[in-house]
């Protein structure tokens, strides 16, 4: 029957989408070169059986960004298309030690949303789109409330509260923490301190009170 050799070209479009005649416009904006070449490759193989394909990336388009609030170095930054909120955040120089993750607002054509950085630490997604767009203005507020977890824990340090959040329990602090090393028969102290700057330690029973 022959064989037949062809080359198309394509840009993303407004939307975020690349469209290709006879397939359907597919997503390209906030995702990885591989991740959107993987998928054209099987769509295409999958319309046209027995079909090579070969995908290459012409120039990146250029974008501007808005960081503000407590980064080290907000103002405005240049990026690719296909760069990341996080990675106009790093552009940035970094969220300083004042900074929350919590709740990192992302105003863009008249909306805004928000993005808690702790749900990608600890469940590898934030649910949503983490491209940037032209335009688009990231701000990362000061730090909110915080708790340090210390001892035999998968991982101690220092964890910001989530918004809204001003009496955790016990529970939830440890599960921030990855959990007690031993599972059972471990002792778990809450310090705090007083109006008038004493310490106060006590013996925790239930992990599930409130602190």
């Known amino acids: 029957l022959g064989q037949n050799s062809s080359t198309e070209s394509a840009i993303v479009d407004r939307e975020g989408r690349v469209i290709l005649p006879n397939l359907a416009p597919i997503s390209a904006a906030g995702r990885?070169?591989?991740?959107?070449?993987?998928?054209?490759?099987?769509?295409?193989?999958?319309?046209?059986?027995?079909t090579e394909v070969f995908v290459s990336m012409g120039a990146v388009r250029a974008i501007s960004v808005v960081v503000v609030g407590e980064v080290n170095a907000p103002g405005v930054h240049q990026l690719t298309g296909l760069s990341t909120i996080f990675d106009a955040i790093a552009q940035a120089g970094g969220v300083k030690k004042s900074g929350s993750l919590r709740k990192i607002s992302v105003e863009?054509?008249?909306?805004?949303?928000?993005?808690?950085?702790?749900d990608l630490l600890l469940s590898g997604s934030v649910g949503r789109d983490l491209g940037v767009y032209e335009g688009d203005r990231i701000v990362v507020p000061v730090l909110g409330p915080t708790v340090a977890v210390a001892g035999k824990v998968l991982r101690s340090g220092i964890f910001e509260m989530a918004e809204g959040q001003t009496a955790p329990q016990i529970a939830d602090i440890l599960a921030l923490a990855g959990g007690a090393i031993r599972p059972q028969g471990s002792r778990i102290s809450h310090r705090t301190f007083d109006m008038a700057g004493r310490e106060v330690v006590t013996d925790v029973v239930d992990v599930g009170a409130v602190m």
């Open 32 to 50: 990885t070169f591989r991740d959107f070449r993987e998928e054209l490759e099987a769509r295409i193989k999958a319309a046209f059986i027995g």
């Open 108 to 118: 863009r054509a008249g909306t805004i949303f928000w993005i808690d950085v702790y």
